[in-house]
């Protein structure tokens, strides 16, 4: 049967559905009560490698080795992280299909690839214009003789609390019109800004 290449989701899915501590105890580590086991990476006497809860990954604190399950298996194994995730599948009997899909699956994955790409442009996009926005703000309230002054003293703090939202929950921001349109509004601001004479006297006065 032909499988589908592994997507970004498949491999978040293997990850959020097999436990650090579970995977290195199934390839036959034993964790200690300090949460550490011997290192299979280099030739370790006393456990060195450190599994963290909640699925945050390894990490030896002698040879440096660290990752998440994806990468544990591929460098146990010397596999790709393609083949290594396609093990932990098989392994642990997870629920993630690529094989055998119907027409319908198939185009629901697509559209889950798509979705995500249209979210990473969404963000790429809106970051560049607001961090432009706050660095346009910050040069302005430096400069009390600036006409964009008071709009600087009155937008900083909310262009940095998008920034922040930008980084948190994109999804959400993306889904909401009144911010897609806010940012519009910047954007042309921006043009409006750079190409304003009184600015640029403010600025280098
Ligand atoms: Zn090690």
């Known amino acids: ?12 899915e293997v990850k959020r559905l097999v436990g650090m501590r579970q995977a290195v105890e199934y390839y036959g580590f034993s964790v200690n009560r300090k949460g550490r086991c011997i290192c299979p990476f280099h030739r370790d006497r ?22 998440d399950v994806i990468t544990f ?5 010397g596999l790709d992280n393609e083949s290594a995730a396609r093990k932990l599948i098989e392994d642990f009997h997870l629920p993630v299909h690529t094989e055998g899909l119907s027409y319908r699956e198939k185009r629901e ?25 706050r660095k346009r703000l910050c040069e302005a309230a ?19 609390y998008w920034l922040s939202c930008l980084e948190e929950c994109p999804q959400e921001m993306k889904k ?27 600025i280098s006065g």
Request: charged share 30%.
């Open 1 to 12: 049967m032909k499988s589908c290449r592994l997507i970004k989701e498949d491999y978040e």
């Open 46 to 67: 006393h456990p060195s490698m450190k599994i963290y809860p909640h699925n945050r990954g390894y990490y030896c604190f002698s040879c440096g080795a660290g990752g």
């Open 73 to 77: 298996v591929g460098k146990l194994y």
């Open 109 to 133: 994955r697509e559209k889950k690839v798509r979705q995500r790409r249209e979210l990473e442009a969404f963000k790429g996009q809106a970051g560049k214009i607001l961090r432009e926005y």
């Open 142 to 160: 430096r400069c009390p003789m600036s006409p964009h002054f008071s709009e600087a003293l009155q937008w900083l703090t909310v262009v940095e």
């Open 176 to 202: 909401d019109e009144g911010m897609v349109r806010q940012l519009g509004t910047i954007e042309r601001r921006l043009t409006a800004w750079a190409s304003d004479p009184a600015e640029r006297a403010a």
